[in-house]
Nanobody
Framework: QVQLVESGGGLVQAGGSLRLSCAAS????????MRWYRQAPGKQRELVAA???????NYADSVKGRFTISRDNAKNTVYLQMNSLKPEDTAVYYC?????WGQGTQVTVSS
């Protein structure tokens, strides 16, 4: 069993920045890819960014150049630095590891 706890969400004006964190704890045997998803009201959950154990990254086209995913393997924590935020980035952001989901953290960007 693995627990994922997200933090760092909040309300920010367009153009602002937020940094999300996801701390993993529990039965973590080895390091694996970690991902951030988001779900806006009335929309399907979508992949935002992913990072492998070696640090390779992948981003949704909509966030490329604005968001940066990183990880601290020693702390079993993944981060999502979000810059130049837009109202369309408003969503609940979820951390995902193997088969486990975090509880989500709300990000609201006002225009």
């Amino acid at each position: 069993q693995v627990q994922l706890v997200e933090s760092g969400g909040g309300l920010v004006q367009a153009g602002g920045s937020l940094r999300l964190s996801c701390a993993a704890s529990g039965s973590i045997v080895d390091i694996d890819a970690m991902r951030w998803y988001r779900q806006a009201p009335g929309k399907q959950r979508e992949l935002v960014a992913a990072i492998t154990s070696s640090g390779s990254t992948n981003y949704a086209d909509s966030v490329k150049g604005r968001f940066t995913i990183s990880r601290d393997n020693a702390k079993n924590t993944v981060y999502l630095q979000m810059n130049s935020l837009k109202p369309e980035d408003t969503a609940v952001y979820y951390c995902y590891y193997r088969i486990w989901w975090g509880q989500g953290t709300q990000v609201t960007v006002s225009s």
